[in-house]
């Protein structure tokens, strides 16, 4: 069954430095979602990507955050200038259309120290 | 703005059953769907409800009741592995996002 691919399974950076977070969705979906889980904490939605653009963000993707689909299977998230407060487990997601369920890939582990 | 309420914990027993509840606050209400995450593991999808009504996918269902504001899952025949836990979220008319609620750590005992 296709499924989304993250890497890296854990990233650890000291705070200040840049992160970049790569997904590769499942190949015939559209739709690509960044969301995080604090530790013991709820999922959250951080943004939507759709047709090479953002479509939808949450008060969270500030300017700190970035995404980009540099060719045609990888999709990214970069942190620039990590806080500590960005430790999470960040999830990539894809689904075929609005209506159709987000899928999730197994998460990046990011640790700032 | 939104709001889910789930429990925090639901314990049972192999073979029974259990069910799960959501209540959920939130203009242009337009579906909820239920994911399960083992520790450390990725949100798995497991149903979907945008109209009122049961949906039933093998041991595991799930509920709407969009006057009440309401739905749950059901797991039946419950093993082991089904420990985990369960989250509801919602999606709102125009929004892609889906809302996660602070989900439900179901304990399943021999």
């Known amino acids: 069954e296709p499924e989304v691919t993250q890497t890296p399974s854990h990233q650890v950076t000291q705070m200040g430095q840049e992160v970049i977070l790569r997904c590769v969705p499942i190949?015939?979906?559209?739709?690509f979602y960044w969301y995080r889980q604090i530790l013991g904490q709820k999922v959250e939605f951080l943004v939507s990507f759709y047709n090479n653009e953002i479509s939808e963000k949450s008060e969270i993707f500030d300017d700190q955050f970035s995404v980009e689909r540099p060719d045609g299977s990888n999709f990214t998230l970069k942190i620039r200038s990590t806080k500590l407060e960005d430790s999470a487990m960040y999830f990539c997601?894809?689904?075929?259309?609005?209506?159709?369920?987000?899928?999730f890939g197994d998460g990046t582990r990011l640790s700032i120290l | 703005g939104q709001s889910l309420e789930q429990p925090s914990e639901v314990t049972a027993v192999e073979g029974a059953i259990v069910q799960i509840n959501c209540t959920y606050q939130?203009?242009?209400?337009?579906?909820l769907s239920w994911y399960q995450q083992h520790d450390g593991g990725a949100p798995t999808f497991l149903s979907y409800n945008a109209l009122d009504g049961l949906e039933e996918t093998g041991r595991f269902s799930s509920f709407l009741s969009r006057s009440d504001s309401y739905g749950y899952l059901l797991l039946q025949e419950l093993q082991m592995k089904d420990s985990a836990s369960y989250f509801c979220a919602v999606r709102r008319r125009g929004f892609q996002k889906l809302v996660f609620g602070t989900g439900t750590r179901l304990l399943v005992s021999p």
């Open positions: 190949s015939n979906h559209l739709y």
């Open positions: 997601a894809s689904s075929e259309g609005t209506d159709q369920p987000q899928h």
């Open positions: 939130t203009s242009g209400f337009y579906g």
